[in-house]
């Protein structure tokens, strides 16, 4: 019950929960948003990470808890009041109305003088660069334009927060890391606070200061995306993010004279150079490496190395991804494509498994 | 020649297939289309002859045959002379009291019903579905069983026997059907813009006038369309509701054509169903594809 919100904090979600019927869809959930901050939402769909934007920004009403934006509690606030903007997916834009027009709504329905309305667009308009798209209807725009109009809706408000809600998702892939690097730009440039939900991991890694990974209504992780990527905290987080995913082996975890080590079907992995998240202990665990993590016939000295047989080799352009069978389970190895193998060849493979994560049997946990 | 037809023959078949115009399908579809139309076409030419004959040509029995002699004289007989009851003054009077009757009804019923739809889909307020069920169930009661109560209530309103009681029997029964038709189109608008001019700070009735009433056009022509055709044709609220004075022009036009008294004037006859039927064919064919619109949204009146 503690009632005093981090001075530095912008937004602040205290023991949010939220019912629909007997379903529960976000349960206790907190989350503190530092001032000028990036997060990211990121999960899979139906984890709840759109709710929680909809209820921050007011527009679903909560079933219990509190939300404070910047000290404020705003938990019975309209929108409006709330010092949010929002970017949706489709945009949103009114169809009727020019693009001057949808930027001027919200103000004209708040009562913004004239010349104050007519300066903050052209501000907006030059930060966007849709100049001279003011007098278009939205149905005469691009993807890309109507997208960067919805942002200026947000953005002629003056509000403090930025909400996005998967605004990438309607647009082509080019398009898409276009104007990705625009909004990291407007972040900089803006220094406003920024939530943005999306399912998009190599937009949650580029963008955020720190990503909360979510599932099923709840926040499993909530860190930089290099600790997110690097050490996740367990077996979802794991194999969330990351294409092609992690590689698992299931096997068990070992102590012994050797120190501990990791046993599955036939091999063992010694844990010496392994940073232990906590004590470990013997048991069934999950062994989990990235496909960049291992090397292809290296001819380097490396703490753990096998041979294996290649079964498919998939070019992906820039690096080609190399499947192969280890200890009866199937392992992906990403190589650069001048260094590929073929189907039907023997490799080594060797890694550092200072570099793997571990989880453990029942939970998943990190270890 | 020979040269061109053997390099048809060696690229083969190239470009769009032909077709032929007389083929055993186009007969089958198009004969079949056409025996419809003469079948539904018939009787209303039937009546536009019939209405341009005088009597004496009516008598021969030919009823298929074109007016020898073209007389406009049953048009203006049904529209100004001809008799109900005590009065003397033809159709002219029941159209106007159905243009009386309509426009408010029309406005007023499509007025309501539209904030009702975008209440219950934008805003979905507690009880909202139980609400939007007692509506639905409202369009499934027959009306004979709610003919005596709503006379006892217009009665005791002071409203039985004139024209505002039947515009509120008019908009109270478009309801349902106008309602659901609204809903329907509002909930299939995208939710998020309703969410923008939330975030926006429009209110209620800003988010009504200024965001959906602008995006609504088709489905407030098709509303119109609905109510005009159902209330102008309407007969039985108009026969219970209002008094001899007040008479729509549907029930003018009965106690025209069926008076018992005298000569059987055919021709005037058809020509005061015909111009009756106006209005609403009128809005048919100026809005046809609309129309249709409406028909597909699910809202037919039956």
């Keep these: 019950m503690n009632l005093t919100v981090p001075s530095s904090a912008s937004v602040s979600v205290k023991d949010l929960s939220l019912d629909f019927g007997a379903v529960s869809v976000l349960k206790a959930l907190n989350l503190d948003i530092a001032e000028g901050e990036f997060v990211v939402l990121l999960g899979p769909s139906g984890c709840g990470k759109s709710t929680l934007l909809n209820c921050i920004a007011g527009l679903l009403d909560i079933s219990d808890g509190r939300i404070f934006i910047k000290g404020r509690n705003v938990t019975w606030q309209e929108p409006a009041e709330r010092g949010i903007g929002m970017v949706f997916q489709s945009y949103a834009l009114y169809p009727q109305m020019t693009v001057e027009k949808n930027l001027s709504f919200g103000l004209s329905v708040a009562g913004t003088p004239k010349d104050e309305i007519a300066r903050r667009i052209a501000r907006a308009a030059e930060i966007l660069q849709i100049e001279p798209l003011l007098q278009r209807k939205p149905a005469a725009l691009s993807g890309g334009q109507r997208q960067r109009v919805a942002i200026g809706r947000a953005l002629v408000r003056d509000v403090d ?19 990705r690097v625009e909004i990291k730009l407007l972040h900089r440039k803006l220094k406003n606070t920024m939530i943005y939900v999306t399912h998009d991991q190599i937009e949650a890694m580029t963008l955020a200061d720190r990503i909360a990974v979510m599932r099923g209504g709840v926040i499993q992780q909530f860190d930089a995306p290099p600790v997110i990527y690097n050490r996740p905290v367990n077996r979802f987080v794991a194999g969330f993010l990351g294409s092609p995913g992690m590689n698992f082996l299931e096997g068990r975890l070992e102590g012994g004279e050797g120190g501990w080590h990791f046993a599955a079907d036939g091999i063992s992995i010694p844990l010496s150079t392994y940073g232990f998240e906590r004590n470990p202990q013997a048991g069934p665990a999950a062994f989990g490496i990235r496909p960049e993590h291992i090397a292809l016939n290296s001819g380097e000295d490396w703490p753990f190395s096998m041979t294996a047989t290649v079964e498919v080799v998939e070019p992906m352009g820039s690096d080609t991804l190399v499947w192969l069978l280890v200890a009866g389970q199937k392992f992906s190895v990403r190589v650069s494509a001048e260094r590929a193998p073929s189907a039907g060849d023997t490799v080594t493979i060797g890694f550092d498994p200072m570099r793997a994560s571990l989880f453990d049997g029942e939970a998943g946990k990190r270890i | 020649m020979n040269v061109a037809t053997a390099d048809t023959a060696a690229d083969g078949p190239r470009g769009r297939k032909p077709r032929r115009m007389l083929s055993r399908r186009n007969i089958i579809l198009y004969g079949t289309l056409f025996v419809v139309a003469v079948y539904y076409l018939l009787p209303l030419y039937v009546m536009v002859v019939t209405s341009l004959k005088g009597m004496p040509e009516i008598r021969l029995g030919h009823i298929f045959a074109p007016p ?8 203006v007989k049904a529209w100004a002379q001809a008799c109900t009851g005590l009065n003397c003054d033809g159709l002219s009077r029941g159209f106007w009291n159905s243009v009386r009757i309509t426009v408010p009804s029309v406005l007023l019923s499509i007025a309501i019903a539209s904030v009702n739809g975008y209440a219950l889909a934008n805003w979905r307020f507690k009880g909202a579905e139980v609400f939007f069920t007692i509506l639905i169930v409202g369009a499934f009661i027959p009306y004979q069983v709610m ?21 509120l029997v008019h908009s109270i029964f478009g309801m349902p059907i106008l309602t659901l038709l609204f809903r329907n189109y509002f909930t299939a608008l995208p939710e998020e813009l309703f969410k923008a001019a939330r975030v926006d700070g429009a209110g209620f009735w800003g988010i009504y006038l200024r965001i959906m009433l602008p995006m609504s056009l ?54 005061a169903t ?21 028909i597909a949204a699910g809202a037919v009146k039956g």
């Design chain 2, 147 to 167: 003919l005596y109560p709503i006379v006892i209530i217009l009665r005791e309103m002071g409203l039985y026997g004139t024209l505002t009681g039947l515009v």
């Design chain 2, 274 to 294: 015909l111009l009756t039927g106006l209005v609403p064919l009128l809005v048919y064919f100026v809005s046809g594809k609309l129309f249709v619109r409406g």
């Design chain 1, 161 to 179: 927060v930025f909400l996005f809600d998967e605004p990438l998702s309607n647009l082509d892939a080019k398009l898409r890391s276009e104007l």
């Design chain 2, 68 to 75: 020898v002699e073209i007389t406009f004289q049953p048009w």
């Design chain 2, 218 to 271: 088709p489905v407030f022509v098709v509303a119109v369309i609905i109510q005009i055709t159902g209330i102008w044709n309407d007969f039985l609220f108009g026969v219970v509701y209002t008094k001899p004075d007040l008479y729509p022009m549907t029930v003018q036009l009965n106690n025209i054509v069926n008076s018992v008294q005298g000569v059987k004037e055919y021709n005037v006859n058809m020509a």
